[in-house]
């Protein structure tokens, strides 16, 4: 299948130098697969961006946690794609579900994000997930083709997308969904991408899992044939991410 496993660590808004300068030693001395093997990608708040990247290892990359939907100009407290590029970051992350959810992005505007990231060459981690409330009303799979659907119609080559499946629920609750879960979602929508978009997207795009992962219970997950990484966020500030990009090695 040769979808290469990814390990993202989106640290929120969280850290001061001293922390972010801390994060990024433990990750430079940890002991890791090679980057044939593991895709690291770490996330930082837009101000230690500069930092974090003069300082991280330099096999493992950055990404911003958002951008705006078009180019450039008069949108205060904005900061627009081409920015990153400027600066050599290579990915972003785009809708969250606390962006979702807090900032009220709806999936045309995610899906409106997605499209103009990558026409200015960022690879962007997209995130879909249902809430608990959507899950309890059996809606799981609607709401999460939806949101991919919003992106789907917005672009034609998914190369540089990853997909995120980021249960609302399980987002920092530390209520991680079972591997059975995770499996089930991952492969309902790696089904919808094959028959609304390519079966060959489907092969090739990785579908990752974020919500709850830690060292305790990131093997169980990885071993599921559709998760083909994750996207961690209170873990991935803390030694114990280096357990996490090694969940795939045997
Ligand atoms: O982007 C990461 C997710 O929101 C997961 O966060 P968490 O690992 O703290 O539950």
Known sequence: MGRKFFVGGNWKCNGTTDQVEKIVKTLNEGNVPSSDVVE???SPPYVFLPVVKSQL????????????????GAFTGEISAEMLVNLGVPWVILGHSERRALLGESNEF???????????????IACVGETLEEREAGSTMDVVAAQTKAIAEKIKDWSNVVL???PVWA?????????????????????????NVS????ESTRIIYGGSVTAANC????AQPDVDGFLVGGASLKPEF????NAAAV
């Open 242 to 245: 280096i357990d996490i990009i």
């Open 199 to 202: 079966p060959e997207v489907s």
């Open 57 to 72: 290892r330099q096999e493992f990359q950055v990404a911003a946690q958002n951008c705006w939907v078009k180019k450039g």
């Open 219 to 222: 093997k169980e997950l990885a």
């Open 164 to 166: 995120a499946y980021e």
């Open 110 to 124: 995610v899906g409106d994000k997605v499209a103009f990231a990558l026409s200015q060459g960022l690879k962007v």
């Open 40 to 42: 690291v990608v770490v």
């Open 171 to 195: 987002i920092g609750t530390g209520k991680v969904a079972t591997p059975a879960q995770a499996q089930e979602v991952h492969a309902s929508l790696r089904d919808w991408v094959k028959i």
